[in-house]
Structures are given as structure tokens and as C-alpha cells.
């Protein structure tokens, strides 16, 4: 492992893992920021950039356990169910005030 991690370039070794060239890898950073910025200065999105979050398992855990805990259940007993839709734009969305992401938007958001 430690001969792979050799011969990668100086940035790639300060980076987060991809596959990209350095001009494309930073695009892909600067839409991240921008994607975070966003976030913490108005609020959670009705939509998340998954991939664009450094580790979108760690979001997706927090939610199922924060639904667990708020609902004294099982995570093991949760899952997540998925809705294919056409939107191309987080605004053509409704999102109820109910919904599984606001406790834990509004928590990631003020710590």
C-alpha cells in the first residue's frame, strides 16, 4: 500500500480520494465548498449533492440514527426508501416540515 501511495503526486496525497486529474478535481472541490457554504449560510437544502459530501455514508447513518433515537426504534430495523423523479432543481420540491432531515439539517447546521 504505502508503494502506491508513492507514486501519487504531492496533492494527491493532501486530497480526498478520486480518480480525477488535478484541473477536474478542483471543479469537483470548488462545487463542494460552494455546496457547504450554501448550506451553513441558508440553511439545509430540500436536496442533497450526495456525492458531493466528503463522506455521504457518515450523512446517511446520522439521519437513520437520528430517526431511531427520536422514535426509540432499531437502526437495524430502518431503511431508506428511494422516489426517482424528474426534478432537476431542488425548489421543485416539497419537503414537509415533518421531514426525517430537518433535525438533523438544522443540528449539522448550528455545530
Known amino acids: ?3 502506491a501511495i508513492s507514486s501519487f503526486q504531492p496533492w494527491e496525497r493532501a486530497a480526498y ?3 480525477k486529474p488535478l484541473s477536474s478535481w478542483m471543479i469537483d472541490l470548488a462545487k463542494r465548498v460552494h455546496s457547504l457554504r450554501t448550506w451553513v449560510q441558508f440553511g439545509p437544502p430540500k436536496s442533497f449533492w450526495l ?3 466528503f463522506y455521504p455514508q457518515g450523512f446517511l447513518s446520522a439521519l437513520l440514527q437520528r430517526h431511531a433515537r427520536l422514535n426509540r426504534l432499531a437502526i437495524d430495523s430502518l431503511t431508506f426508501a428511494f422516489k426517482v423523479t424528474t426534478f432537476r432543481e431542488g425548489s421543485q420540491m416539497y419537503v414537509p416540515s415533518t421531514s426525517l432531515c ?3 439539517c438544522q443540528a449539522v447546521r448550528y455545530k
Do not use: A, F, K, T
Request: proline content about 25%; hydrophobic content about 25%; charged content about 15%.
Open 1 to 3: 500500500c504505502e508503494r
Open 17 to 19: 480520494p478520486s480518480m
Open 51 to 53: 456525492p458531493g459530501l
Open 102 to 104: 430537518n433535525p438533523i
